[in-house]
């Protein structure tokens, strides 16, 4: 089991900046990756949408909404990720979640799979 623990959200005005802080534990040494999706109330339909990830190897991806903007970096024991927002923008509201790829072995089939744990999630609100 991994535990996700979100934090680091609150309400900006439209251009400012927020850093969001998340926090793995339990069977950390199994994490491949670990990541931000967020939710946007009635835009959405209640679905994530991805927003970035970083890999065990240091890359990253981005949504491109979030490219050039936002920032995914983690801290060297790689259980411990932030996401620093710049320019924010009103349609950037929504609860952020963060997420931490868990890879195992499933035995019945004899191969590999990953698994998401995800947090509570955390608000952000950009005002206009």
């Known amino acids: 089991q991994v535990r996700v623990v979100e934090s680091g959200g609150g309400q900006v005005q439209s251009g400012g900046s927020l850093r969001l802080t998340c926090v793995a534990s339990g069977m950390t040494d199994s994490i491949v990756r670990m990541g931000w999706a967020r939710q946007i109330p009635g835009k959405t339909r209640g679905q994530r949408e991805f927003v970035a990830t970083i890999h065990l190897n240091g890359s990253a991806n981005y949504a491109d909404f979030v490219r050039d903007r936002f920032t995914i970096t983690r801290e060297k024991g790689q259980t411990t990720i932030f996401l620093q927002m710049s320019s924010l923008r009103p349609d950037d509201t929504a609860v952020y979640y963060c997420?931490?790829?868990?890879?195992?072995?499933?035995?019945?089939?004899?191969?590999?799979?990953?698994?998401?744990?995800w947090g509570q999630g955390t608000q952000v609100t950009v005002a206009s």
């Open positions: 997420n931490a790829g868990h890879r195992y072995y499933d035995g019945p089939t004899n191969r590999e799979r990953e698994h998401d744990y």
